[in-house]
Each structure stands twice: as structure tokens, then as C-alpha cells.
């Protein structure tokens, strides 16, 4: 099994940039798709984005269509989101998940990072 790892979280203003990451380790790490979901405070964890075995599938959710964009490197072990263009309804923490799946559905995702947080400020 796969161990992941995020990091990159922080404070950035309205309409600023950020790129978060996640390492994996223990594992064949280009053998899983992997997701990001966030959770923001009072709300159900919801899916962000997903990327397929190689990269070359994608896959958005609306709110975060033309902003965000997930790239994996597997020679690095490491899949990032950069988020551009952030909004203060961007706050939340984000989790990064490896599955088999080709899936919006986080219960189909088998591992799961801590999380990083994102708060964008207005």
C-alpha cells in the first residue's frame, strides 16, 4: 500500500496562486489514480480533481474548472494541484487519495493523505 504524504497548504490572498503536492512512498505509485478532495469547516468533503495512472486523463469539478490544474510526476513519486485565481470559498483542507478507480467518489479512493490547508483570504 501506498503512504501519501501532502504539503504546499497555506494563506494567500484573493486571486493568488498556489500549488500543493503529494508525495508517495511504499508503494507502486503509477499503478494508482489519485484524487484531491477538499473539506471545508461545517461542509462534506468534495471531490477537486482526479488524474489517471500516466497523466493523461483528467478530470475537474466545476467550481475549480479553468483554475486549478493536477499534474503527476511518476518519476518523483509526486502528484501537485496548481490553483490559480483562488477565492476565499477555495478555504479548506486538502486531501490527496490513490485508488484504483477512475472515480469522482472519494469512498473509492483506498488511501489517504492528512491533509493540507488552503485559506484564501478576501
Known amino acids: 500500500q501506498v503512504q501519501l504524504v501532502e504539503s504546499g497548504g497555506g494563506l494567500v490572498q484573493a486571486g493568488g496562486s498556489l500549488r500543493i503536492s503529494c508525495a508517495a512512498s511504499?508503494?507502486?505509485?503509477?499503478?494508482?489514480?489519485v484524487g484531491w478532495f477538499r473539506q471545508a469547516p461545517g461542509k462534506e468533503r468534495e471531490f477537486v480533481a482526479a488524474?489517471?495512472?500516466?497523466?493523461?486523463?483528467?478530470v475537474y469539478a466545476d467550481p475549480v474548472k479553468g483554475r486549478f490544474t493536477i499534474s503527476r510526476d511518476n518519476t518523483r513519486n509526486t502528484v501537485y494541484l496548481q490553483m490559480n485565481s483562488l477565492k476565499p470559498e477555495d478555504t479548506a483542507v486538502y486531501y490527496c487519495?490513490?485508488?484504483?478507480?477512475?472515480?469522482?467518489?472519494?469512498?473509492?479512493?483506498?488511501?489517504w493523505g492528512q491533509g493540507t490547508q488552503v485559506t484564501v483570504s478576501s
Open positions: 511504499g508503494g507502486t505509485f503509477s499503478g494508482y489514480r
Open positions: 488524474i489517471g495512472r500516466s497523466g493523461g486523463g483528467t
Open positions: 487519495a490513490a485508488g484504483n478507480y477512475w472515480s469522482v467518489v472519494d469512498r473509492d479512493y483506498d488511501q
